[in-house]
């Protein structure tokens, strides 16, 4: 996976000869600790002071675990966040600090109706000093920020080419396709063999046989509104490689290479979704 990055350093997806060892190092420590199947970079989110580094992991049970870092070494796995929090996280629109315990004030919340008291405003002005001291339950640490920010561009952003997972029709468990050797030039090039590696949300399928349905059976590119996810492919004939990008996400970048098996995702930017797209289209 580290290697393969190499196909991506032209779209910005560049990391140091520190930090590629530092991976290769830290990396199967980190599967064995957690004892997860696989483990693979994801990307880079920028922040003003640091950055984070952030990679996926996958346990038997093929559930998914992020964790992050500053220095590729030093791992720590990303919060959950509840609704609340994800509905404060998604007001914030400036750019990472790099300081995972930093907190972004939230709206305050309404104060409850108080009954009528009859000893005096004193012990009105003390409830109140009191109730400033209280946490504010919509602040939002930057860890939770992150973890919300890295779940929306997961969403949106985790595709693979046709045929190269597989699902048992019999028992739903999907699986790497371990026939899968890529796809020729001509279906590359077409947006409609690429797929979300997510639950399917369409009622739409193209699944004209059992063989198309273990393996169509997710949401294609096509499919996206074009006001939420606006898609562009590129064809390297030096590298012989597909190149798409999403331009609601500045910085994400997905490489297929023609013919071959290798394909990979990577994401080398602010966090911050690309509030001009309807203008751009």
């Avoid at 590629?20 to 994801?42: G, N, Q, T």
């Avoid at 997972?165 to 030039?185: A, E, M």
Wanted: proline share 6%; charged share 25%.
């Amino acid at each position: 996976m580290i290697h393969d990055l190499e196909l991506l350093e032209t779209y910005g997806c560049v990391l140091s000869p520190e930090h590629k060892a530092a991976l290769r190092l830290s990396l199967p420590i980190l599967r064995d600790s957690y004892h997860l199947v696989d483990v693979k970079f994801w990307g880079k989110i920028s922040g003003l002071y640091k950055d984070y580094f952030i990679v996926e992991g996958k346990t038997k049970n093929s559930e998914k675990q992020a964790f992050y870092s500053h220095n590729c070494m030093d791992w720590v796995m990303m919060p959950q966040f509840s609704e609340v929090n994800a509905q404060n996280a998604k007001m914030i629109d400036v750019p990472f600090r790099g300081d995972p315990s930093y907190i972004y004030p939230g709206p305050k919340p309404e104060p409850e109706p108080k009954p009528e008291k009859e000893e005096g405003e004193e012990e009105e002005e003390e409830e109140e000093e009191e109730d400033e001291d209280k946490p504010n339950p919509n602040d939002v640490t930057e860890a939770v920020r992150l973890a919300y920010v890295f779940s929306l561009i997961s969403y949106d952003n985790d595709i693979v080419p046709r045929g190269a997972l597989i699902k048992d029709l019999v028992s739903d468990i999907v699986r790497q396709n371990p026939t899968y050797n890529g796809l020729p030039l001509e279906k590359c090039k077409d947006l409609g063999y690429y797929f979300h590696n997510r639950e399917k949300t369409s009622t739409a399928s193209s699944a004209q046989t059992q063989l198309d349905a273990a393996v169509e059976f997710m949401d294609s590119l096509v499919l996206d509104d074009a006001l939420t996810s606006s898609w562009n492919l590129n064809y390297d004939s030096v590298r012989n490689c597909i190149y798409i990008v999403n331009l609601k996400w500045p910085g994400f970048v997905f490489s297929n290479v023609v013919n071959s098996s290798v394909y990979l995702g990577c994401y080398f930017g602010d966090g911050l979704a690309n509030r001009d797209l309807a203008f751009m289209i």
